[in-house]
């Protein structure tokens, strides 16, 4: 049930000639702290000195200081029923172990920030997320629950429609290579040129527990839901539960 991925698209207009690392900085200057949460409430609280709190407390410090992992996905679960913590831990795979490391652990202080004493929640950056349940949550397509987002480096695109279907394109790509990935790391990205000289951008990724099915089923449904037509004024869009 993990959360099937994070979509990411950005576009640049208008700097041709600025090589592509220079693209990408500007980028994330531009979104300072993206970040996004959800809680579960449905699955319940926890009260403060728990031994459910206890076990969540030994489970994240776990997840966040694995330094043996280095492929970017991060399963652990302490405790006994009806205490039994479960959580995942998600690094973009283009992100280093530490760098991965450092995401996680603000991400599962984020989580629990945002929803206090909550037995499920995730938080999660542009580069991670966390999360963690009372339930199991490995290997189970959830609930159409995947967090989708996207956003222009630049200006609104000429010409959205196109924009959206060449990113689209992309982005069906992607979602073959990334199902076809091994049990470690679901995960592709590529670049192309749309109109006017634009690069689009495009990452897809699954938790590598699904299986090659679930992730391309999972990833089909993300595509499909991107808004059509792309884009708003502001830069960014973001689809379903994410919030910043
Ligand atoms: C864009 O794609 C090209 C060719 O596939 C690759 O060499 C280049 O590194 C990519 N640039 C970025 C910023 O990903
Ligand atoms: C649990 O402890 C935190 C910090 O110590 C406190 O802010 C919070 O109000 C407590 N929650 C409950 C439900 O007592
Ligand atoms: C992550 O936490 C570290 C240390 O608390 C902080 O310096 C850094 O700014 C945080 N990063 C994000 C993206 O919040
Ligand atoms: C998780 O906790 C909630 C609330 O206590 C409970 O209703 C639910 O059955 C628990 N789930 C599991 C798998 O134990
Ligand atoms: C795919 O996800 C469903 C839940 O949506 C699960 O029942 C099924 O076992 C998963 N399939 C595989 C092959 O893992
Ligand atoms: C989850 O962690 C266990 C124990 O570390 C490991 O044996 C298992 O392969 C992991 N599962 C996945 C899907 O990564
Ligand atoms: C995107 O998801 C929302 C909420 O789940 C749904 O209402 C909408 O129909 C979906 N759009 C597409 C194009 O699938």
Redesign the pocket.
Known sequence: MPIVFLVLISFLSHLPILTAQTHLPILTAQIPIFHYNSCFPE???YTNSSTYQTNLNIVLSDLTSNAEIDYGFYNMSWGQ??D?VSAIGLCRGDTEPNSCRTCLKNASVLAQDACPNQ??AMGGYDECFVRY????ILGVLDKPDFWLYSWTGGNKPADPVKYNQEAKELLEDLRVKAAAGDSLRKYAAANKSGLQSQTIYGTVQCTPDLSHQNCSECLSRAIANISNPCCSDKGIILNQETSL
């Not at 349940?133 to 199991?136: D, Q």
Request: hydrophobic letters at 10%; zero cysteines; proline letters at 8%.
């Open positions: 699955e319940g609280k029923n009806p039994r037995m499920e349940s009372n339930r199991s």
